[in-house]
């Protein structure tokens, strides 16, 4: 549900590009500006100097980037770990440069530009309902470990630690856990699990090294949370800069031809997630006896 978009940042020179960075990205919104945020900013920042724009709205526009720059940790421009990593390899002259070899690595949902590069869409696209852009707020799926994962996984990119909070979560025997695990293999971003269940595993160190150690070249550091039963009415997956929910949980079930078969999942608002983050906190604090960590395993 959350999308990773490239903007040209030369279409910062033309002031409604301002108002779509301002407006149309970050946590309720589900997309995020992938960039690295120095070399992005820079290029913006020079795109507005050379534009046509009025002084005052230049010196506006300028203000803002400035502060993204600043303040990047809340900032809806975000450059995922992995693709940092990538960073690390290559030395790029422009953003366009950059822009190709990460679309290379890992395709963009949406790359904006007035410019044509990579199939992109521009401001009349965006306009005109252009489904690369378009973000639904709820998602109807099968009940199903593959369609559940493909809710879940834009989430993995964008932080390095997620919470499950399910009271029906297990923690043996879940493909929904094992598909995010196995998905860590090829890009292993998230480098803590929080799950929060009201599900009493028997034996979790067995269950770790027979359906986890054995498996898994890659492990990060899994925590198990026991909560009673309706200590958290809604089910989340939970990361710093993205939240989504499912009424009826991220379990899967046999397929019965019945609407149970369905499960509604959302974007959640941002401050029901830092709420719900601050109780999960808090009960752990208070009952820390109900609380098991297994360490992370790095690959070799």
Request: proline content about 5%; aromatic content about 12%; glycine content about 4%.
């Amino acid at each position: 549900m959350y999308k990773e978009v490239a903007l040209d940042p030369e279409c910062l020179a033309e002031f409604h590009y301002y108002g779509l960075l301002k407006t149309d990205f970050g946590f309720e919104q589900g997309r995020y500006l992938i960039a690295p945020v120095k070399l992005w900013v820079k290029e913006a920042v020079n795109a507005v100097k050379r534009s046509n724009m009025p002084p005052i709205r230049q010196k506006s526009v300028k203000a803002y980037l400035n502060k993204l720059q600043r303040h990047n940790k809340e900032s809806h421009i975000v450059l995922p770990q992995d693709r940092a990593c990538i960073d690390l390899d290559h030395n790029y002259s422009d953003w366009r440069e950059w822009v190709v070899l990460q679309h290379q690595y890992r395709s963009f949902n949406a790359v904006i530009a007035e410019k044509g590069i990579l199939e992109s869409m521009n401001y009349d696209d965006i306009l005109d309902g252009d489904e690369r852009w378009d973000v639904a707020p709820t998602l109807w799926i099968d009940k199903t470990p593959d369609h559940i994962i493909s809710a879940i996984t834009p989430l993995l990119f964008l932080s390095e630690e997620l919470i499950i909070v399910d009271q029906f979560f297990h923690f043996a025997n879940n493909l929904v856990l094992q598909k995010i695990l196995y998905s860590l293999q090829v890009k292993p971003t998230i480098k803590k699990i929080l799950i929060v269940t009201s599900i009493d595993t028997a034996n979790p160190q067995s269950v770790y090294e027979q359906e986890f150690i054995s498996r898994f070249a890659y492990l990060p550091a899994i925590e198990i949370l026991n909560v009673p039963v309706r200590h958290f009415h809604d089910r989340y997956m939970i990361t710093d800069r993205a939240t989504i929910k499912a009424g009826h949980g991220f379990g899967f079930s046999p397929m019965r031809g019945t609407q149970a078969d369905r499960v509604s999942i959302s974007l959640c608002s941002e401050q029901e997630s830092n709420e719900t983050r601050q109780f999960v906190e808090q009960f752990l604090v208070q009952h820390p006896e109900q609380h098991i960590r297994f360490e992370l395993t790095e690959l070799e």
